[in-house]
């Protein structure tokens, strides 16, 4: 027999579309490539997340370090994101990425890199990325979220906000302060908020 389908999860053989649920480019159609593990952010779980945030992100820069689809980058963009980085290390997530962005114009504030996060961290740090909005949406089951945010520190700015997407409860590092959680399904959401002060307690 099959394995279930996880929340979010397309199908073997789907129609693959999701759409923008909120913002200018509300119910935009954005294209779901047929990629193992590609897996988009649920409706319900992006409204309760941009309900978190509050509706608009005008002037925010956003990373999305895992954009997948780009539902969460394109999410933040239509709400009034100044700048929103997306990264991507499958190609064929990648061209749907960039035929979204050439669709609704947005190339003067929407930028892509192809890559791996990992290899690209210090390309972002030269360039003097900086980062009000973490967008951590991972594959399931390899341990990322924990990996990955540690070593983004560098390209957020003070009291920036992260989000996390994991398969299990999500427990924040030292630095970092957990805002709010809730579950939908398989899929774990969090938001969490740097905090640099819990560093730098007396010891």
Known sequence: PGRPVPPGRAAPGAAHRVRIIGGDWKRTPLDVPDVPGLRPTPDRVRETLFNWLGQRLDGWRCLDAFA???ALGFEAASRGAARVVMIEND????????RSIERLGAGDRMRLLG?????????LQTEGEQFDLLLLDPPFG??????????????????????????????PPAGFLMLRADRAGQVHYHLLRRDDSAEQEPT
Not at 115 to 123: H, I, K, M, T, W
Not at 145 to 170: K, M, N, Q, T
């Open 68 to 70: 997948g689809t780009g």
């Open 115 to 123: 890559g791996d996060l990992f290899e690209l961290l210090p390309r």
């Open 142 to 171: 390899q341990g990322l979220p924990a990996a990955a945010l540690p070593r983004l520190v560098p390209l957020l700015v003070p009291d920036a906000l992260i989000y996390v997407e994991a398969e299990a409860p999500f427990s």
């Open 91 to 98: 190609r064929r997530a990648q061209a749907a990425i960039a």
